[in-house]
């Protein structure tokens, strides 16, 4: 029986709209400031909108909402291309809002014309004191009256660099006593002498978000223009611009933003963490960043799994941290190849197998038989956990400790006879023997033994380091606490293991392939890594040890 998926509100939306034949086929967008690398945030907003252009036989534009010169990079348009790639996604079409500025400042002209926008000379202090609150009406600019042939030759003369940032605005006409103080006579285009990162100087005078976005919607002829919650208060106008310029009727519908526990998801903060060296970069394995959580080795298909159970909600909530990490152990379950590395490695030294002699096993390669086998070299000493060993065994540990046996991994039952210590009484060497009958492959011994173990053989190990990742922030909300966000940062985010030793199979591993190292959780090789320093990053652990901490309390 296969379970129909009930529509969010917005597919629900679509589906009248094609029915009653408002539409005959959609087209969405997706609009990121390129200010910042994208979210995991951003991948919420990209699984919607692409989804919906594929769900509904549509499509979807990727555009660069450009309009802001100061804050805007080209490295961070590259960056969002590659993300929403590898997201899975193609666009329609690339776009950047700044190549309509020409066709904004006509629209912005026809509003003059039409007596719906004037020049104000205000200061923004003027501007903002007479606003008004909410409770109480603005009053009028003493610059309201202006003729619109005054407008319309200041406004040029805006757009010939005559004034200095900040001397002069232009706003949209459309009532001081509104209820709703974005229909306040909003800024519709300011002055600012910057150089864009597309137009480079051509432009003095840039608009504002509000009417630069609907409008670019408008020429696109996006049918269905989806945004977050903030931008509720912003709809009237953006429906006021739209029906006064008399162009295409795009819609705007809001969703909730994503947020999750113990991280932050604005570029702004995101930022901060990167030009104040709390991160490596952008891409740091702890950034929620899509870049990030690639080098960390998330997959794109646990990420659209994600943001498909999380839905499509109209209210704010905080999704766990954890709900993320399990939708990626389900998808490297079924994905990584399995491989073994001792993170904390004892010696161990099995005392009756030949000296000098490697044998070559056979062991499996992945969750099941179609991912084939590999050969793991095996001899006379071998590197084991040191958890995996106690000299005084506690209660129901069936682990190595003297006397005991258990099986290596693929290999031989062993049993452990011994161990070698220092003067500070630290294990340095285990002792051990083995039984020839019991090679896995083909096991006569009638032994069963309760645990088996993983093991690397000395001789043959890859040395490594490992980036062990935690949580970036110690805090679920860290936006929500008192003082700067930054104080809550997680000081044991990042761990470092070294030396490891990884099986030689290892030396080969290709950037982008997921690993379980057996029983130690799932990895990835790091971009930093040579041949002759390997570096692998923990993508996540097998079980979640987080919850598992909240219930022990
Ligand atoms: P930030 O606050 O992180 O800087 P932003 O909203 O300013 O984000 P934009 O580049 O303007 O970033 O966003 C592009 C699109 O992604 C917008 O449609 C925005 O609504 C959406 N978006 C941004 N953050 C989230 C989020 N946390 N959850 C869902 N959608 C988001
Ligand atoms: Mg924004």
């Known amino acids: 029986m296969t379970e129909e998926k009930s529509l969010n509100f917005i597919e629900e939306i ?43 036989g549509g499509n979807t534009n990727l555009r660069f909402d450009d309009t802001n010169p100061a804050k805007e990079e080209t490295e961070y348009v590259d960056s969002i291309k590659e993300d929403v790639k590898w997201l899975g996604f193609e666009w329609a079409n690339e776009l950047y809002a700044s190549d309509y500025f020409d066709q904004l400042y006509g629209f912005a002209v026809q509003l003059i014309t039409k007596g719906l926008a004037y020049v104000d000379d205000s200061t923004a202090e003027e501007i903002a004191a007479m606003k008004g609150t909410p409770s109480q009406a603005g009053t009028d600019s003493p610059y309201r009256s202006r003729s619109i042939e005054e407008n319309l030759r200041l406004f040029k003369e805006m757009k010939e660099g005559k004034y200095q940032d900040g001397e002069k605005v232009l706003r949209a006409k459309i009532d001081m006593a509104a209820m709703n103080m974005h229909m306040r006579d909003p800024i519709v285009y300011r002055t600012k002498h910057a150089h864009h990162h597309r137009t480079g100087d051509a432009w003095c005078i840039y608009p504002m978000y509000d009417f630069a976005h609907g409008q670019s919607d408008s020429i696109e002829n996006i049918t269905h223009s989806i ?106 379950n079924r994905k990584a190849l399995r491989a073994m590395a001792v993170l904390d490695p004892v010696k161990l030294i099995i005392t009756n197998y030949p000296d000098g002699t490697t044998e070559e096993l056979v062991t499996e390669n992945g969750p099941d038989e179609s991912f084939g086998t590999r050969i793991a070299p095996f001899s006379r ?52 023997t083995y039984i020839p009958e019991s090679k896995s492959s083909n096991d006569t011994s009638g032994i069963s033994v309760k645990a088996t173990i993983h093991w690397v053989s000395v001789p043959h190990a890859a040395e490594a380091e490992i980036r062990m990742y935690d949580r970036l922030f110690k805090v679920e909300d860290p936006s929500d606490e008192e003082g700067d966000f930054k104080n809550y940062i997680n000081p044991d985010s990042l761990q470092v293991v070294k030396p490891a030793y990884l099986e030689p199979s290892l030396k080969d591993a290709a950037l982008g392939t997921s690993y379980q190292f057996i029983r130690k959780g799932y990895f990835c090789l790091d971009r930093d890594s040579t041949v002759e320093r390997l570096v692998f990053n923990r993508t996540v652990t097998l079980k979640d040890a987080w919850s598992r901490e909240v219930k022990k309390g």
């Open 14 to 56: 679509i589906e009248e709209d094609l029915k009653n034949g408002k539409y005959t086929s959609i087209l969405t967008r997706f609009p990121p400031e390129p200010n910042g690398y994208l979210h995991i945030g951003h991948a919420k907003s990209i699984c919607l909108n692409f989804g919906l252009g594929i769900k509904y």
């Open 381 to 432: 000493e071998v590197w084991i956990e040191r958890e995996d060993f106690m000299e005084v065994p506690a209660k129901k540990y069936f682990r190595l400790f003297p006397g005991s046996k258990v099986r290596l991994k693929s290999a031989y039952i062993i049993e452990c006879t011994g161990c070698v210590k220092d003067n500070e009484d630290n294990v340095t060497e285990i002792h051990c």
């Open 227 to 332: 945004c977050t919650l903030e931008f509720v208060p912003h709809r009237e106008l953006y429906d006021w611009f739209i029906e006064k310029l008399e162009i295409f009727p795009s819609k705007q519908y809001e969703f909730a933003r994503l947020n999750m526990t113990y991280t932050v998801m604005s570029k702004r903060k995101l930022l901060q963490l990167v030009t104040e060296s709390y991160v490596s970069g952008w891409d740091d394995p702890r950034m929620p960043t899509i870049s990030g959580m690639r080098r960390r080795g998330f997959t794109s298909e646990s990420i659209r799994n994600f943001c498909d159970k999380i839905g499509v909600a109209k209210r704010e909530n905080m999704i766990d941290f954890s709900l993320l990490e399990f939708c990626v152990r389900e998808d490297l």
